[in-house]
């Protein structure tokens, strides 16, 4: 079946680092663009950012930009975000996804918490 799982969320400074990994499975996984989306509590999931199926095109939200660095394996079936000069706006649930015109797959997602 189909899966998404990602890792490497947790409790980091401001100003520090985190990278994000989402494993893929049950679906050809270069043939889809992903995502990564984030969501806090009350508010709607928020689009971080995009690549796409061969990696090249990428697109990021203004928020992100110049920080936050989105990056596939196709090979390891992985897609990654690297997250730098990370600022306490940050925290959130991250979400990875997979999409591919009308289908899409969603992971349960990672919690990121900027705090000192």
């Known amino acids: 079946q189909v899966q998404l799982v990602e890792s490497g969320g947790g409790l980091v400074q401001p100003g520090g680092s985190l990278r994000l990994s989402c494993a893929a499975s049950g679906f050809t996984f270069n043939n889809y663009a992903m995502s990564w989306y984030r969501q806090t509590p009350g508010k709607e999931r928020e689009l971080v950012a995009t690549?796409?199926?061969?990696?090249?095109?990428?697109d990021y939200a203004e928020s992100v930009k110049d920080r936050f660095t989105i990056s596939r394996d196709n090979a390891k079936n992985t897609v990654y975000l690297q997250m730098n000069s990370l600022k306490p706006e940050d925290t959130a649930v991250y979400y990875c996804n997979a999409r591919r015109t009308t289908i899409q797959f969603w992971g349960q997602g990672t919690q990121v918490t900027v705090s000192s």
């Open positions: 690549i796409s199926s061969a990696g090249s095109r990428k």
